[in-house]
């Protein structure tokens, strides 16, 4: 399972997903974040791109970062992460080192 791509594709849509919830933050918003930071896209854009979870590395550092993020936590099962509620568990989980 592991080595599946879609696995992969999933953990990274729930993994910023995750990250726009701890946050608060809309499809919206993050495109006005983006535009803060030079990157131009609008909320339709943003919401199918996250949606397919097909997208580079540079977007994801991307939107991290408009969204403040210091880091990302990486589970170390995929299944609960990757499943039908993997962003808000993704949320729940990750919380800011002490």
Known sequence: MANDEKVWEALAKNTLRAAMMQRGVSYAVLAERLEEIGVRDNEVNLRNKVARGRFTAVFLMQC???????????????????????????????????
């Open 64 to 98: 991290l970062k408009a969204l403040d993020a210091e880091w990302i936590h990486i589970p170390g099962s995929l299944d609960e992460a990757t499943g039908k509620q993997g962003a808000q568990h993704l949320a729940k989980k990750s919380r800011t080192p002490d």
